[in-house]
């Protein structure tokens, strides 16, 4: 089986640029993170979808950052203009929840992709 | 309250030995602790889990313990391998479903 599928692998632009970091999540999954992973500040949750609906999009840094699902399959993290400080791996995750809100008895794991490398020069 | 802070930031064992990572939270209303497992260039895979009504969870040589009244988890992995290299993280989820993750143990498994 598939797992989820991120694009591109690695990503290259100057500041002011805009970016678009894409996700595909595993098959039946209805559950997807983004997640931002620095040497400083660890692996961060930047904003999470329940089926396709935005949930908690807390841990976006600022207006810069959007993100879309416009459908089960297929996730946007878009960058409008792009820094230097937000180089960074970037990592799409999913998971199944048969809950909204991920309660006690939803123990599903999440699953990683394998991570845009952003450069912001 | 959200943190979790995890130890030692890096390790070297020997093969063969016992290699143990150490985490620590402080909100009680965390309610699930997963261990993930990075490799270089790829993403955080999910190695084992535990609920906090449970004390010990073994799978294979790994080994999840956890004491709910000091609120620290452990892992131990056992007969340790080179191919064990790699970065562990420890993670709480908490309201929402919400992951908080540790800074992360560079492991180095020495032949």
């Known amino acids: 089986d598939a797992g989820v599928i991120q694009s591109p692998r690695h990503e290259v632009t100057e500041m002011g640029q805009e970016v678009t970091l894409r996700c595909k999540p595993i098959s039946g999954h209805n559950s997807l993170f983004w997640y931002r992973q620095t040497m400083m500040r660890g692996l961060e949750l930047l904003i999470y979808?329940?089926?396709?609906?935005?949930?908690?999009d807390s841990g976006m840094p600022e207006d810069r950052f959007s993100a879309k699902m416009p459908n089960a399959s297929f996730s946007t993290l878009k960058i409008q203009p792009s820094e230097p400080r937000d180089s960074a791996v970037y990592f799409c995750a999913s998971s199944f929840s048969r809950t909204y809100t991920l309660s006690a008895r939803d123990n599903q794991p999440q699953h990683f992709g394998d991570g845009t490398r952003l450069s912001i020069l | 309250q959200q943190q979790v802070k995890q130890s030692p930031q890096s390790l070297i064992v020997q093969k063969g030995g016992i290699s143990i990572i150490n985490c620590a939270y402080e909100?009680?209303?965390?309610?699930?602790f997963p261990w993930y497992q990075q490799f270089p260039g790829k993403g955080p895979a999910l190695l084992i889990a535990?609920?906090?009504?449970?004390s010990e969870k073994k799978e294979g040589r790994f080994t999840i313990s956890f004491n709910k009244s000091a609120k620290q988890f452990s892992l131990h992995i056992m007969d340790s391998q080179p191919g064990d290299s790699a970065t562990y993280f420890c993670a709480a989820r908490g309201r929402g479903g919400k992951l908080i993750f540790g800074q992360g143990t560079e492991l180095s498994v020495k032949p």
């Open positions: 979808f329940n089926n396709n609906v935005p949930i908690d």
């Open positions: 909100n009680t209303a965390f309610d699930y």
């Open positions: 535990i609920r906090p009504d449970v």
